[in-house]
């Protein structure tokens, strides 16, 4: 007897929900440096199809460094030579990578430093139900958009505005991510 061959690919397990477990270190949303005079906060909510909050969403942020270097640093990853265990970021390098859980209520923040050479963060988005995680981009408002115009002007505008942070005061952004339905945030496809 010949065993079952399925010549298509298998699909990912759904991912999460998550726990505290699937976090590096506490302090993972601390991006900046503590008490760094740039220091921006972006925050928002994650919302599925029916604009339900989802509470147990974990997104992860990459950015250059606001010189525009992406050498990155050890940070939210970093070990404790002694125990093994997590030691986290050591407060004072940036490092270009932060990873962030929703609360119950669906919201998040993260506090980093202005983007250099580009005017986004590029955002990487696990929730349950997804059999792939997302990729989006956050551009922030008041940013040169030179880097950004091919794939903004490529979209209608209210496509667009899925992609764009609205400011709420100095050095705050807004950015809601919306799994499906209407006004659906613009996920990315790369190959």
Known sequence: MKPLMNPLATPSQT???????????PDAHHVAPAGHPQTITVHGY??????????DALLEFWQ???????????????RDPTTGGHAGRDGV???????????????????????????????CVFARGLLHHLFTRAYLTG???THAETLLAA?????????????????????????????????LDFD
């Open 15 to 25: 991912v999460g929900p998550f726990y505290g477990c699937a976090l590096s270190s």
């Open 93 to 123: 390098t940036f490092t270009g990578f932060g990873r962030v859980a929703t609360d119950a209520d669906g919201h998040y923040a993260l506090h980093t430093l202005p983007p250099g050479g580009v005017p986004y963060l590029s955002v």
């Open 46 to 55: 994650v919302l599925d199809g029916a604009g339900a909050p989802v509470p």
């Open 143 to 145: 940013h040169h958009l």
């Open 155 to 187: 979209l209608p505008a209210e496509r667009r505005a899925t992609l764009r942070t609205r400011p709420e005061g100095a050095g705050v952004h807004r950015f809601d991510i919306r799994l499906q339905g209407e006004k659906e945030t613009v996920f």
């Open 64 to 78: 250059p460094a606001p010189d525009g270097s992406r050498s990155g640093a050890p940070g939210s990853l970093r």
